[in-house]
């Protein structure tokens, strides 16, 4: 939120004082953790990297999938819900949900971030304004900001209109710059266990909270930032906010603790989190290969033909119009239509919308295992 003076209860308009809470510069930051944390964390990014190494390289399009996931899962901590149908629907421009136009546009601002560091590049604030500006151009309410620091107070909780009874206040407008150009230089380091790096950066981040609007969606990118720069991961995504949206309340009280200078517990958390979607995503990965098989016992399609292509394509891009569809496997248009027709009535594929022209189609087995990622990702993180 951001301060209104003109607005609110003479309690919020008589407020003349308020007391911010300034994190501590952490470039230098000397982390040290207990035994049983540091080896839990060590465990995950085992965990992160088996599942980077045995399916990023045979199925590129679990990156875009888990990319999905985890954007999807971001923005349900924002109270921001749409089906895996609207969020798919809004990959093709259809509008029509506002909430799954607000996840895509999280799903741009990280693909911005980690873009930014691929090849260990460091973390840089531009890039963080540049996956701002992706997350929020868009937003009617605060595309004036997209991209751009506050310049303005903001805070967490409490009234609309106010801070007087917030439960948290970032640091003044006019140390933004200088909180995140040292929240860099620690995001950069390489000589600190990864899981814990990625973990206090995006706490960090989240104290600063440097932007008027979107700070979660965006400092939750950064968590895979910090993995991919380190080469943790190098292919995929590892779709930990569907953890954290399990136990939402329980994740806010993580970042309080860290404001409170306890970093252990959210390095704890983000590890069972991480290591919990790392291997959820592997099984996924496994029943995404082996849906092909599958599809061709329901589809009777010679090789060569539109509809074999299309199946051969459909795990790298599960979401599709029929202009995709003609530009990927060629052919005659009315093959293409042909084909897209065959597995509609065999079930692999289901219109995404009600128009007759320009149909959006998505691969059933592929949204559903998707929907079903997050769903039991968040399950076992809650037991």
């Excluded at 963080?128 to 620091?149: F, N, S, W």
């Excluded at 003044?172 to 899981?195: C, G, I, K």
């Excluded at 939402?248 to 517990?265: C, K, N, S, V």
Aim: proline share 3%.
């Amino acid at each position: 939120m951001a301060a209104d003076a003109a607005t609110g209860t003479s309690e919020d308009r008589k407020l003349t004082e308020v007391v911010t809470m300034r994190p501590p510069l952490i470039a230098e930051l000397e982390v040290r953790l207990a035994p049983a944390v540091s080896a839990a964390a060590e465990t995950c990014v085992r965990e992160i990297v088996a599942l980077d190494h045995s399916h990023g390289a045979d199925l590129k399009g679990l990156e875009t999938l888990l990319m999905r996931t985890e954007s999807v899962a971001s923005s349900k901590i924002e109270r921001i819900e749409a089906s895996v149908d609207d969020f798919a629907r809004a990959l093709h421009g259809v509008r029509s949900n506002a909430s799954a136009t607000s996840m895509v546009a999280a799903a741009d601002a990280l693909v911005t971030m980690i873009n930014s560091v691929e090849s260990g590049a460091d973390i840089e604030v531009k890039h963080l304004l540049k996956a701002h500006r992706a997350l929020m151009i868009d937003d009617q309410h605060e595309r004036a900001y997209a991209g751009r620091l506050r310049d303005m107070q903001n805070w967490i909780g409490g009234s609309d209109y106010s801070p007087r009874i917030a439960w948290f206040v970032p640091p003044a407008a006019d140390t933004v710059e200088e909180h995140l150009e040292d929240l860099v230089s620690f995001a950069n380091r390489d000589d600190l266990p990864v899981l814990a790096q990625a973990a206090i950066v995006h706490a960090q981040f989240e104290s600063i909270h440097p932007f008027t609007d979107g700070n979660g969606r965006i400092g939750r990118a950064l968590i895979n930032a910090v993995l991919r720069r380190r080469g943790a991961t190098r292919q995929v995504v590892v779709p930990l906010a569907s953890a954290l949206v399990a136990r939402r309340d329980e994740y806010f009280g993580l970042l309080t603790d860290y404001r409170a200078g306890r970093i252990e517990p959210i390095i704890s958390a983000f590890s069972a989190a991480a290591a919990i979607a790392a291997r959820e995503s592997q099984l996924t990965a496994g029943r995404i290969l082996t849906m092909p098989e599958v599809w061709r016992l329901v589809i009777t399609a010679r090789r060569g033909s539109a509809a074999a292509r299309l199946l051969d394509g459909l795990v790298a891009a599960p979401v599709f119009s029929a202009d995709d569809a003609v530009q990927a496997i060629g052919g005659s248009t009315s093959s293409v239509y042909s084909a897209i027709e065959q597995l509609h009535e065999g079930g692999v594929i289901r219109p995404l919308t009600r128009r007759v022209r320009d149909q959006v189609w998505g691969a059933s087995d592929v949204l559903d295992e998707v929907e079903l990622l997050g769903a039991r990702i968040a399950a076992a993180f809650v037991q």
